[in-house]
């Protein structure tokens, strides 16, 4: 299955990263490689994380990175990672536009 990542997503992963980086640059290195990779497994494992309660739909669904989790929207032929939140953070279904993410 195709990954894609909306400008929406890598925008706030760059964010969380400069955030980190600003007292642990290797840190921030980490943070962005593991994030990115953890965001892979979705290619064979679309369905590994669950459901999003803030929707509760079926296609849409999370999964844990640390303190953040990857929102993501599974799709016939692809998973798009939608954002990147910190768990401590609600999130608003509406900061994501419906056909705008790709």
């Not at 943070?31 to 994380?49: D, E, I, P, Y």
């Not at 953040?68 to 990147?84: A, M, S």
């Amino acid at each position: 299955m195709r990954l894609i990542w909306a400008p929406r997503a890598i925008a706030r992963a760059a964010e969380i990263a400069q955030y980190i980086a600003a007292d642990r640059p290797a840190a921030a290195q980490r943070w962005v490689q593991g994030v990115f990779a953890k965001a892979a497994t979705l290619r064979r494992h679309a369905r590994l994380g669950p459901r999003v309660p803030e929707i509760d739909r079926d296609e849409m669904r999370q999964v844990p990175y640390g303190k953040y989790r990857i929102i993501y929207r599974i799709d016939p032929r692809r998973v798009v990672v939608l954002t990147v939140r910190h768990t401590a953070r609600e999130w608003d279904p509406a900061e994501v536009e419906p056909e705008g993410e790709a």
